[in-house]
T-cell receptor
């Protein structure tokens, strides 16, 4: 079945460490997105990529980095520069940048310990 | 700039009662409007969307929403609530496809027996 797979489902990070969240899709979608979700704040866009080897900052990109070396994969690295990384992270994809129907992964819950 | 306001962070209904979740938007151009549902620790699933055409939009699981331009509203309704409808619901607006989607802060629907 086609879909988006995020891993791991739960992740614990020590302060000062970088961690990488995985997002893989087999939908043959061109565009992929990373969102951060905090209670009471809805979803906020971190980064998005409309094509391989290209990506743009979203509204809250500081302290995060991404890569898009393959169409299927869009990993997100939470760096030590992100001061408050504890959150639920969601990856999504659309067929292309103008398409309005998105598919979401199941999310990764990151906790700083 | 676009924005979305969801009135009520929590809405409680009894099983079998009408569900009404409110969403008002602000957009300088004709908008695309969406409702997503999120179950605990899961990703988001598209319930329905309005792009153009008929203003009453039917979605999955018996939900529907009506685009009212004069009221800048896109309220979500369901005639009869089921226990399985308990989840968080997000309204979202975009004018240029998914990458510029702006989410509301969400409304948690509680359904009691």
């Amino acid at each position: 079945d086609g879909g988006i797979t995020q891993s791991p489902k739960y992740l614990f990070r020590k302060e000062g460490q970088n961690v990488t969240l995985s997002c893989e899709q087999n939908l043959n979608h061109d565009a992929m997105y990373w969102y951060r979700q905090d209670p009471g704040q809805g979803l906020r866009l971190i980064y998005y990529s409309q094509i391989v080897n290209d990506f743009q900052k979203g509204d809250i990109a500081e302290g995060y980095s991404v890569s898009r070396e393959k169409k299927e994969s869009f990993p997100l690295t939470v760096t030590s520069a992100q001061k408050n990384p504890t959150a639920f992270y969601l990856c999504a994809s659309t067929k292309d940048r103008s398409n309005t129907e998105a598919f979401f992964g199941q999310g990764t819950r990151l906790t700083v310990v | 700039a676009q924005s979305v306001t969801q009135l009520g962070s929590h809405v409680s209904v009894s099983e079998g009662a009408l569900v009404l979740l409110r969403c008002n938007y602000s957009s300088s151009v004709p908008p695309y409007l969406f409702w997503y549902v999120q179950y605990p620790n899961q990703g988001l699933q598209l319930l329905l969307k309005y792009t153009t055409g008929a203003t009453l939009v039917k979605g999955i699981n018996g939900f529907e929403a009506e685009f009212k331009k004069s009221e800048t509203s896109f309220h979500l309704t369901k005639p009869s609530a089921h226990m399985s409808d308990a989840a968080e619901y997000f309204c979202a607006v975009s004018d240029t496809g998914f990458q510029k989607l702006v989410f509301g802060t969400g409304t948690r629907l509680l359904v009691s027996p």
